[in-house]
């Protein structure tokens, strides 16, 4: 069936159904209810050892920094603290959960266009390995604090390059109007670097840049790669700055429907291994540790959704609503960026289709729709349908709109499940409530 050559890590048990890390959905479905959020350990696992693979080979010394604003939780840190991967978070909030899950401050970094006050201190209290300098406000917000601790900061210079990549405006960061980084192009990055340099209080370990997200051609990388060696040379030539880190961000694209065609993220690090390595031997530079910053390649396509049908609608010759005890609260990509995912009935995903049909969610808006006219089986109300691809940006961009609770999180592994996070509760929601 079409929908499942989406996804070559999708496997189906002896009954014909959809399993995840060996453990049926239907179990899963059963055992810890609908919307469920259920992952393949063993995806995470190869694609981190790909990319790693990936550098070993080239003989570079490198981090893989996972950007954990893709989903943000205890068992995801760990298990990329596991794997020796770092982490990338980008908010007090995803700091606090990062130390607190185990995660060795020196392998975060913190992003952000507008970190507060706070934030930066508690950076700086922890010794995290790199503060990602964003803005001129910034560098005065650093440089008091660390004047006011006694204490040096450790930072990696944001570079916006100028590279407009092709993807949805509002995921495209790399142009030189985007709300993050200096621009490279007016002399701001410059001027930053300057500013700095000046003052004893920044060890600045590299720069950064990251053209966007959900991007398909290694292109745009390949330009970033040139334009940022290119600046290392320029500006060793001119302050005799050897940068330690050269980090080229993420944003390698994946498959949610048959409309996406991507390579496999790989070859994203491969193509900017080669061309920082080429680049640096034409300037004769010396090779910095080269990081990339993947969220979605990462985790993205080892989540499935499973979901429970409800009420159907049809109006002949018009549409033809299945509706699901989710939607907009546990994934607003549709809804907020047009993104198209997939469904298929988890008990018989090669079912004969026999309808087109929109899959809607539970909330009241019009816009709450999951997959918009697609082929589907014949579905009554109480079967299971599971959407691939939802292990980036659905949970950590879910809410409780409507008072619906945010669905659980399930790790599955060698056809054993782990709840990792529990279904909000009515009363979990009402936690914050002051009488
Ligand atoms: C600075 C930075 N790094 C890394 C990422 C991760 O992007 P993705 O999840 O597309 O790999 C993002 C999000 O776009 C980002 O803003
Ligand atoms: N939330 C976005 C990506 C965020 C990019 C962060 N810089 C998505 O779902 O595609």
Not at 134 to 154: G, Q
Request: hydrophobic share 40%; net charge negative; with cysteine.
């Amino acid at each position: 069936m079409e929908v499942l050559s989406l996804l070559d890590n999708l496997k189906l048990n002896e009954a014909g159904h959809l399993q995840i890390g060996g453990v049926d959905s239907l179990q899963l479905a059963h055992e810890y209810q609908t919307p469920l959020i259920a992952y393949d350990v063993s995806y995470i696992k190869k694609e981190i050892a790909s990319f790693k693979d990936a550098f070993v080979k080239a003989g570079v010394k490198y981090r893989i920094v996972y950007a954990s604003k893709a989903f943000s939780a205890k068992a995801i840190y760990r298990l990329l603290q596991q794997e020796g991967v770092g982490c990338d978070v980008v908010s007090g909030g995803e700091l606090y959960a990062a130390i607190k899950s185990g995660v060795d401050p020196e392998m975060i970094e913190f992003h952000g266009n507008n970190k507060t006050p706070a934030e930066l201190e508690y950076a700086i209290k922890e010794n995290i390995g790199c503060i990602v300098v964003d803005n001129f406000y910034e560098i005065e917000l650093i440089e008091k604090i660390c004047v006011s601790k006694n204490k040096i900061a450790h930072v990696v210079l944001r570079v916006a390059p100028g590279i407009e990549a092709e993807t949805h405006k509002y995921i495209s960061t790399g142009q030189s109007n985007s709300k993050f980084g200096f621009d490279l192009d007016s002399g701001q990055a410059q001027e930053a670097l300057v500013q700095m340099l000046r003052s004893p209080w920044f060890e600045i370990r590299g720069v950064h840049c990251h053209i966007g997200s959900q991007i398909f051609s290694v292109a745009g990388f390949k330009m970033a790669a040139v334009k940022m060696v290119r600046l290392l040379w320029d500006w060793k030539e001119k302050y005799d700055f050897k940068a330690q880190i050269l980090n080229l961000g993420g944003g390698f694209g994946i498959k949610y429907s048959e409309n996406d065609h991507p390579i496999e993220p790989v070859e994203f690090v491969r193509a900017i291994i080669q061309t920082v390595q080429a680049e640096i031997k034409k300037y004769e530079l010396t090779l910095p540790e080269i990081w990339v910053e993947p969220g979605r390649s990462l985790i993205g396509e080892a989540a499935t959704t499973l979901y429970t049908t409800g009420s159907m609608k049809k109006v002949p010759d018009l549409c033809n609503f299945i509706a699901v005890d989710g939607g907009m609260g546990d994934n607003i990509r549709p809804a907020l960026y047009g993104a198209k995912y997939a469904a298929f009935l988890a008990t018989d995903p090669y079912a004969p289709t026999t309808q087109v049909a929109t899959v809607v969610g539970k909330y009241c808006e019009s816009g709450d729709v999951l997959v918009s006219d697609q082929e589907l089986p014949e579905v009554k109300p109480g079967d299971i349908l599971a959407m691939p691809a939802t292990g980036a940006y659905g949970y950590s961009m879910a809410s409780n709109y409507n008072r619906n609770g945010r669905p659980a999180v399930v790790f599955c592994e060698d056809g054993h499940a782990k709840l990792v996070l529990k279904r909000e509760t009515y009363a979990d929601m009402m936690n914050l409530e002051v009488d």
